[in-house]
């Protein structure tokens, strides 16, 4: 059970407080192939294009502990941490390891079923959904792509601005190279099979039975000017391991620091 509201960053660390599921919960990812990668923790996995084009999702590395990249985002968190599309948890397992009071969501019941089993809270929210402590979390986490959620970066980071308190960290990792792309996919394990039955709200839709779902992928260029556009000032960016990532502040509190 998830108890006391995080803190704002800075305040003394409390326990997040149990909330009630919102009146309209997200449909839930009834993807196979995912659920079943996330069980046996490997791929085949991908997100698939109508045109074929195929972004392969690095199962395996999801589903092992926090690797020194991740380590490299985790030092960096302040407060309170929140991580959107936690999947099977290993940032929310490895940030309680290290006594920091944290919470994953996900739709994904698969997720935070094995985030649980690792040792992390986790709830089946969409970012969308009102959240425990909105507005009082120090650090919101963006990982493994999530930028893309709901296919639209400004509008997921106007929301998480909503989400994290005054003074807040969003940290993002961005795609390589120089991309700004918003396209539709669905979950594919490399053999055409994918969920007859898929939704992923974003800021604007409701949940639905299409199987493909909007998504976006931006690089480090694009990441700045969608982060600018919602109210947050650069404080950071680095590249570990081929992994690009960009800190964030919430705009109007605590200029000039950076992490």
């Known amino acids: 059970m998830i108890r006391p509201a ?3 960053a800075g305040r003394p660390a409390q326990r997040p407080e149990a909330h009630p599921a919102p009146a309209s919960r997200p449909a839930a990812w009834r993807a196979e192939p995912y659920a079943t990668a996330l ?3 490997r791929g085949p996995l991908f997100l ?3 045109d074929g084009w195929l972004l392969p999702l690095d ?3 999801w589903c092992n502990g926090a690797d020194p990249s991740d380590m490299s985002v985790l030092r960096r968190c302040e407060g309170s941490v929140l991580d959107i599309g936690c999947g099977p948890g290993r940032l929310v397992a490895a940030l309680a390891a290290m ?3 944290s919470l994953g969501i996900d739709v994904s019941p698969a997720a935070v079923a094995r985030t649980v089993t690792e040792g992390g809270q986790a709830l089946r ?3 969308f959904d009102t959240l425990p402590g909105e507005g009082r979390w120090g650090t919101a986490l963006l990982i493994d792509g999530n930028i893309g959620i709901g296919g639209d970066p400004r509008a997921l980071l106007t929301r998480v601005a ?4 005054p003074g807040g960290l969003a940290l993002v990792e961005a795609a390589t190279g120089d991309v700004d792309e918003r396209v539709r996919v669905r979950i594919d394990d490399g053999r055409g099979m994918s969920p007859s039955a898929l939704a992923v709200p974003g800021p604007r ?3 639905g039975t299409d199987a493909d779902f909007p998504w976006a992928r931006v690089g480090l260029a694009a990441l700045h000017r969608e982060a600018r556009a919602a109210g947050w000032s650069p404080a950071g960016q680095w590249t570990h391991t081929g992994r690009p990532f960009a800190a964030f502040r919430r705009d109007g509190d605590t200029a000039g620091r950076s992490v």
Do not use: N
């Open 6 to 8: 995080p803190p704002a």
């Open 48 to 50: 698939r294009r109508a």
């Open 99 to 101: 006594g920091r009071v």
């Open 39 to 41: 069980s046996t923790g």
């Open 162 to 165: 909503a989400i994290v308190a």
């Open 59 to 61: 199962v395996e590395r």
């Open 205 to 207: 839709t409701a949940a």
């Open 125 to 127: 929210r969409s970012v």
